[in-house]
């Protein structure tokens, strides 16, 4: 990838409340910060909420730009709307993060920890790649009731 940027417009009252120059400028730091945790290599890229548009209710419009070079330096562009209904998309990982926290509590472990926040939060204090956040994730509480 050379470039590439992901702009969002939704009509929740997370985009609602996104679209305040502070908060947007902060979720849009916070967000680029973990994107760039994930790359290989270093390429301008952008993310971030652009704006709220009350008759889409509580879906999400994305819009995905990505330009490349593929094979023998062939260049591509892609380019993607990507729709879906806001609220459900974390539902799982939410779930997912209570319930490890459930199991870290019954242990008898307090505070953040760090396979539950590299799992389940865009800029964990410990990054990990997303394959490896998964694994630990799963190797200490999927499964394991104590």
Do not use: H, W
């Not at 947007?24 to 952008?46: C, D, N, Q, V």
């Not at 779930?95 to 242990?107: E, M, P, S, W």
């Not at 926040?117 to 490896?132: D, H, N, T």
């Amino acid at each position: 990838m050379v470039k590439s940027y992901e702009l969002d417009v939704g009509g929740g009252l997370d985009t609602l409340a996104t679209i305040r120059t502070s908060v947007k400028e902060a979720k849009r730091s916070l967000i680029g910060e973990a994107l760039k945790a994930e790359l290989t290599y270093a390429f301008p890229t952008m993310a971030g909420t652009t704006d709220y548009v009350d008759f889409l209710g509580r879906r999400r419009v994305s819009y995905i730009y990505i330009e490349g070079k593929g094979v023998l330096g062939s260049s591509f562009r892609l380019d993607v709307t990507l729709q879906s209904v806001d609220p459900p998309n974390a539902v799982n990982i939410l779930l997912d993060v209570i319930r490890a926290l459930q199991v870290a509590r019954d242990r008898g472990e307090y505070g953040a920890p760090p396979e539950v926040c590299a799992y389940g939060f865009k800029l964990p204090p410990k990054p990990l790649p997303l394959e490896e956040a998964e694994a630990s994730f799963t190797e200490k509480y999927v499964g394991k009731a104590g």
